[in-house]
């Protein structure tokens, strides 16, 4: 299921939802759904789960584990959710211009994606529960949810299209739309972890580093177009 994901990413329309948030004459910065899905899914999605949720759960029940999943996947949302309207109403309030919103896109995909390449170990959670010691439901929420699933350059990412979609309802259900779907895979991703980690564990490592490196090259295309629409 997991190795589906480039092709959701292929199929999913090109709309565009970057629009102004501060007028109709600011200049447009198309990224369009597809796009947004890369850029999310190394931040938010199921790879970097898997080996820190079977560290936590691995030798419990399969109903704990998916207790544990639950939880963990809606302490996420709820976090995404007020962290994107908070964020938003921040930047808008400071009238963050539209070529610098998207620059600040740009460059947390490429940093996440060059993380993504030179760094395939996932280090594994503090908080870790003592051998034959069933694990706390607390976990669920740190590190689990955060911030293993909801990372800081996730949020941060989620905050920037949240603002470029800002007034535009069509645009902002997209980005809600792509970030639940993510969501979604995660907690599948958590129900079958031992079943993926088992069967396609190694090919997960190499479609890390393909989208890593598909993602920084379109993190820089995005830096270079911003540049090219401010005026200095």
């Known amino acids: 299921m997991i190795l589906l994901i480039p092709i959701l990413a292929i199929v999913l329309p090109?709309?565009?939802?970057?629009?102004?948030?501060?007028?109709?004459?600011?200049?447009?910065?198309?990224?369009?759904?597809?796009?947004?899905?890369?850029?999310?899914?190394?931040?938010?999605?199921?790879?970097?789960?898997?080996?820190?949720?079977?560290?936590?759960?691995?030798?419990?029940?399969?109903?704990f584990r998916r207790r544990m999943a639950t939880r963990a996947i809606l302490f996420s949302a709820a976090a995404l959710a007020v962290a994107g309207l908070l964020g938003r109403?921040?930047?808008?309030?400071?009238?963050?211009?539209?070529?610098?919103?998207?620059?600040?896109?740009?460059?947390?995909?490429?940093?996440?994606?060059?993380r993504t390449i030179l760094q395939q170990s996932v280090g594994l959670p503090n908080r870790m529960a003592e051998p034959g010691q069933t694990p706390d439901l607390g976990l669920a929420l740190t590190p689990l949810a955060f911030p293993t699933i909801v990372t800081p350059y996730g949020i941060a990412a989620v905050i920037?299209?949240?603002?470029?979609?800002?007034?535009?309802?069509?645009?902002?259900?997209?980005?809600?739309?792509?970030?639940?779907?993510?969501?979604?895979?995660?907690?599948?991703?958590?129900?079958?972890?031992?079943?993926?980690?088992?069967?396609?564990?190694?090919?997960?490592?190499?479609?890390?580093?393909?989208?890593?490196?598909?993602q920084a090259a379109l993190g820089l295309q995005i830096i270079l177009h911003s540049l090219s629409m401010i005026t200095w």
């Open 14 to 63: 090109m709309q565009s939802f970057a629009q102004s948030p501060l007028g109709a004459g600011m200049p447009e910065v198309g990224f369009g759904a597809r796009k947004m899905f890369l850029m999310l899914f190394l931040m938010l999605g199921p790879i970097q789960i898997l080996v820190p949720f079977m560290a936590i759960a691995g030798n419990c029940a399969p109903s």
């Open 89 to 114: 109403t921040m930047l808008e309030n400071f009238e963050i211009s539209v070529p610098v919103l998207a620059m600040t896109g740009g460059i947390i995909l490429l940093l996440v994606a060059l």
């Open 160 to 214: 920037v299209f949240a603002t470029l979609a800002s007034g535009r309802q069509a645009e902002g259900l997209t980005v809600t739309a792509i970030v639940l779907l993510i969501l979604a895979l995660d907690w599948v991703a958590m129900i079958f972890a031992e079943t993926i980690l088992r069967w396609i564990g190694t090919a997960l490592q190499v479609l890390a580093v393909v989208l890593g490196v598909t």
